[in-house]
């Protein structure tokens, strides 16, 4: 007996037991429960051997669960429970797990019902409640290799699943966008929040009665397993009459009932592998939206009310033949399809948002780099002109000190002069005064051409200073060409973040016109399903408009056939010979013909002529009722 099955309803009870949520339970409550779940499975066990187990006065969830796999579902194999009754030990393994599980669900609920069912403002009714309880047990969610997982919850994707088939049934539109809102809140549901979300969002303004009927029809599709139900006509197979019966699709045999309370079985079909349904094609006097099933022992011919019953039909019952050669609930593998989808979907989303989030990544190192790039040519740059703002204040300095030696060296020069002259005065005077004079003007002279040497060197300076001015200039000329090349550079990596961001509003206003088209897609759906819902009006004014043909075809058969047996009547023979038919004649006798004249005759031989021609209208048009109802019969 796997413990798997029942790690549900044992946590509900640990659950409840555990009022402090310590997580622990005292062994004197788990001793009650052990007691009462061996008690209704037939075993002598009455929990004393907790004592022994562990030395904690207290024991987790964990624990206890390996301690009731041991003790307690691992004894059942040993001990013929159901030895005394021969019916049940014919029961296969999967029929006496199920009976043990329903066993373990009603002791387990006596001890959670108390925390479930108090509550404020409540709806659903009592019984209704066990119902969803056992639902939610056989929706909780799982592993990959099939292990209910604790805690106990339910998938938000599965509450939505329930919650739109709750409210298709009693007759309420789903709130998608609401639920989403709350879904991303809540991934999942415990037992409280997913029966308060029954209650306070779909249930308002309905009666407990309304609620059950729901929850009932849920639970039979759920936990009995039934794929489809519902009215259906069938044809005898002994005469060829249709009468309604209420059909039950499971995944190996489609019943027939009566009606909806199950009652009165008629009859039922047993599938497997190697069933077939196919649709029949309809024919002008035969029943419309035919299809045949053709099971394993017999085949049945069905007509549903219309075209889109009829496929539903086909459909599930396809299901239902696909799934025969697998063992197993049909809703289990459904719920676990629906896992693997919905663990695919996550997958992918995962992906994706990971996809996005390197993607954004990468935008961003991008941009980081970007940004640093940029940073690094604004501080190279900023030294670039700091260099250059140093090299011209050297040089002004030097132009500067240049032109201070300038104006000193012209300071001189004209010193010079002021000497030379004062020299070529003194010169004439020694002339006129001293013989002695050619030697001092040979010295002047000789000092004359050493200032003129002196001149020389300054004029080279001179010289050298506007060389320096013009070397000045072509160093200015290089930074300001520097300069402009980092400007350019600056604004080409101004014009790519501009182009940058000029992509992803591009992006942004893409994503807007697919959310637009997708708009419009839905709003021509909804068009098409209005389209489809006129063709549907359509379709049943003329299947009105045939069905008061038909009656009008079997009236006139019903004539032809009086028609008929009148002119049998007349034409019926009495032994070997012939009845002479006496025809009324008041012109006639005893003594025979009167005497009349002849234009009496005359009228009386047209009547008899008149007569003959109507006889052979009624052969003829009893002819052509036999060739209508052969046609009929044809197609």
Known sequence: MALNEKRTRLWHAFHSLDDSLTGSVPKSQLKVLTHNIASILGLQNDGSGLNEYMSTPTLTLNEYLYYMQVEVFDCIKENDTFGSNDRLDKIDKEDRNKIDIDKVDDVCWMICKRKYLNRENRIILDEDVLKLWKIFNFLAETDEEGKVLLPVVMDSQEVACLGEKYTQIIGRPWKTKEFDSVADEINTFYFQQMLNFLETWCSLGLSGLDVGLAIKELYEEIICDVIKKGFLTKKGQAFANW????????????????SSDLKECKGEIKLDSFSKVEPISNKSLAKANRFVVKGVDRSIEISAPDIRTKNAWIRAIESAIAYCSQTGSYQKAAFKQRKQARDALRNELQKQEKKKHEEEENVKREREDLQRRLTEKESRLKEVNEMGEKKRLILEEKLKEGEDRRKREEEKLNEHQRQLEQEKLARAEAELRFEEEARLREAEQQRLRELEDLQKQLEERLEAESRAKRDEEIVRTLQSRLLEEEFQKREMLENIQVA??????????????????????????????????????ERKATDEKLQNAIVKLAEAEREKKKTQSKLKAREKPIG??????????????????GAFSELEFQKKRSAGVQESESGDDLNDGSFNNNEHADSGVDA
């Open 576 to 593: 070997l010979a012939r009845c002479i038919q006496p025809e009324p004649n008041p012109h006639i006798t005893h003594r025979g013909l």
């Open 243 to 258: 009468k309604d019966r209420w059909f039950v699709l499971l995944p190996t045999v489609l019943s027939y009932y009566v």
């Open 500 to 537: 940058i961001e000029e992509s992803l509003a591009s992006e942004r206003q893409k994503r807007e016109n697919l959310e637009e088209e997708r708009q419009e897609q839905e709003m021509i759906m909804e068009e098409e399903r209005k389209k489809l819902e006129a063709l549907e009006l």
